[in-house]
């Protein structure tokens, strides 16, 4: 069975454990959550969790299965097949050394990366994507001195409905 990377789109009522209660029924069943976004929606009293993990559809299909028999899940949707916008925001710190510093402002030029902090010795950028331009940023940046990085893992949102 072909093991891919599924998105899971999780509506719950946003009370406290949900989550916790999400994390330990995969986690107690051997599944594991690969990246995980949780926010509140319109209506503050319902959350929505994006959280992709890998595996075959038929272990997907347990999974969904397994969430929706929680208390608190109001709707389970398994986006990786269904026409979708899928993002990533991550944050990068770079070191500036003088040999860098054009190459770096070329980079950035480049692909309108957004520059939030820039300092003498380091710049935060902003960058913000779908997973393949997230991995081409990374690639481009890491020979550039990437002294740290932070990512919000997927989000993604159902062209329908």
């Given at each position: 069975?072909?093991?891919?990377?599924?998105?899971?789109?999780?509506?719950?009522?946003?009370?406290?454990?949900?989550?916790a209660r999400i994390a330990g029924t995969l986690g107690g069943k051997g599944y594991n959550?690969?990246?995980?976004?949780?926010?509140?929606?319109?209506?503050?009293?319902?959350?929505?969790?994006?959280?992709?993990?890998?595996?075959?559809q038929e272990t997907v299909t347990r999974i969904e299965n397994q969430l929706q028999r929680?208390?608190?899940?109001?709707?389970?949707?398994?986006?990786?097949?269904?026409?979708?916008?899928?993002?990533?925001?991550?944050?990068?710190?770079?070191?500036?050394?003088?040999?860098?510093?054009?190459?770096?402002?070329?980079?950035?030029?480049?692909n309108k990366w957004k520059i939030i902090v820039s300092a003498d010795t380091y710049i935060?950028?902003?960058?913000?994507?779908?997973?393949?331009?997230?991995?081409?940023?990374?690639?481009?940046?890491?020979?550039?001195?990437?002294?740290?990085?932070?990512?919000?893992?997927?989000?993604?949102?159902?062209?329908?409905?």
């Open positions: 069975m072909e093991k891919k990377e599924h998105i899971i789109s999780i509506l719950v009522h946003n009370k406290p454990d949900v989550l959550i690969e990246s995980l976004s949780v926010n509140t929606t319109m209506q503050y009293e319902i959350s929505k969790i994006v959280m992709t993990t890998v595996g075959s929680l208390v608190d899940v109001i709707q389970v949707d398994d986006l990786t097949n269904v026409e979708s916008i899928h993002r990533e925001l991550i944050l990068v710190r770079l070191n500036v050394t003088a040999d860098k510093k054009e190459q770096i402002k070329k980079a950035v030029d480049t935060i950028l902003e960058i913000t994507g779908d997973q393949s331009q997230i991995d081409f940023a990374l690639a481009r940046l890491t020979p550039l001195g990437i002294a740290d990085i932070t990512r919000t893992g997927i989000i993604a949102l159902n062209l329908e409905n």
